[in-house]
């Protein structure tokens, strides 16, 4: 299987396509100022190595294109980089245009596996599309902190979150059985050990010819970036765990981090019998992404006109 949509920037409605405006984010943050200092090209800009400056880049951010007023996360947790993850919103909205084009987007429900004590993904698709959201997380301590960030601004009817309490199971548990959804996202952990999530981060720093960092900048909890047999075997679960809830949910998603995994995860979902198989690249500067879509349900039968 080929991808079937290639894109070089961030999709089209991607509020960050033209960069970061620090005079803006920083009348909506004042906080930020004291991280922004001219880069070595002479513009605005913040050392992205250190965690305060990215988590007071990600408020500001937050506050001034998606209404969210507040917004922190605990000491040594991810603090995801925004444009990245609206773009993974957009091109889910892009996917259910075309297969499902009389969808009334107040009507999506989108199931946010491992959702973080960010909770960045809702928090975006509930104010850019008012998608209804349910996150879902085996830290308790994460999904406290996604609830105060739901609280603290108001987004209790669009927002709520569930605890998975089955360590080796990603929708068993979660999914009760009269639900239904639209579409769900992952963005998996992609390390089989913390050593190794350490190394990736480093290789990453030294491409830019820059020293890396004693810790990883964006932080992350040991279950948000590292699970036992990495990337390839928690996409092989999710593939096979998917097929019990085929009639429950419209479209599966997942980010596949390493391009390596695609031939596995394209084999797992044969395997499975999914009924489409989608690719959709995405890309922020040299950074290269995708996410792979699947689905048991037959495409909708075409109005007559």
Known sequence: MKPDHTASTLHPRNLHRAGYDFAVLVQAHPPLASFVRPNAYGDASIDFANPQAVKALNQALLKQYYGVAEWDIPKHYLCPPIPGRADYVHYLADLLAESHPDLNPEQVRLLDIGTGANLVYPLIAAHAYHWQ??????????????????????????????????????????????????????????????????????????????????????GGQSNELVCEGGEAAFLSTMISESKQFSKQCVWFTTLVSKASNLPLVYRELKKVQAVTVKTVEMAQGQKQSRFVAWTFQPAPAKKRI
Request: with cysteine.
């Open 133 to 218: 959201c349910l996150g879902v997380d085996i830290d308790a301590k994460a999904l406290r902190n996604a609830q105060q960030i739901i609280e603290a601004n108001g987004l209790q009817q669009q927002i709520t979150l569930r605890q998975q309490s089955h360590l080796s199971s990603i929708f068993k548990g979660v999914i009760l059985p009269s639900e239904q959804f639209t579409v769900t996202l992952c963005n998996p952990p992609f390390h089989a050990s913390a050593a190794e999530a350490q190394a990736g981060s480093q290789r990453k720093w030294r491409g830019l010819g820059k020293r890396p960092p004693q810790a990883l900048n964006f």
